[in-house]
Nanobody, 124 residues
Framework: QVQLVESGGGLVQAGGSLRVSCAASGRTFSTYGMGWFRQAPGKERESVAAISYSGANTYYADAVKGRFTISRDNAKNTVFLQMNSLKPEDTAVYYC?????????????????WGQGTQVTVSS
């Protein structure tokens, strides 16, 4: 059974940085693409970033491009999201997810396994 556990969320001031992590288990991590998504109160879930199985390909939502970086460590079965220059509008629960394909995609429909999420709060 695939399990995803996020960690590293917290409270940070605007302009600050935070790194969230997602530890995966239950299957061969290095075979599958990974994604990060977020959902703010009262809003729909939105895509943030995605990375292919090898890490060679990454994609970002326009709202975070240039500020966030997705990466992965296949030896540790972990995917990361480094968030810099944080803004209050980045406040949300951040979820990692994986599907049954090796490529990177920002489409939520391609993801079948989701973590429980970690709260990121950016104060102004």
């Amino acid at each position: 059974q695939v399990q995803l556990v996020e960690s590293g969320g917290g409270l940070v001031q605007a302009g600050g940085s935070l790194r969230v992590s997602c530890a995966a288990s239950g299957r061969t991590f290095s075979t599958y693409g990974m994604g990060w998504f977020r959902q703010a109160p009262g809003k729909e879930r939105e895509s943030v970033a995605a990375i292919s199985y090898s890490g060679a390909n990454t994609y970002y939502a326009d709202a975070v491009k240039g500020r966030f970086t997705i990466s992965r460590d296949n030896a540790k079965n972990t995917v990361f999201l480094q968030m810099n220059s944080l803004k209050p509008e980045d406040t949300a629960v951040y979820y990692c997810a994986t599907g049954n394909y090796g490529w990177a995609t920002l489409s939520p429909a391609q993801y079948y396994y989701w973590g429980q999420g970690t709260q990121v709060t950016v104060s102004s």
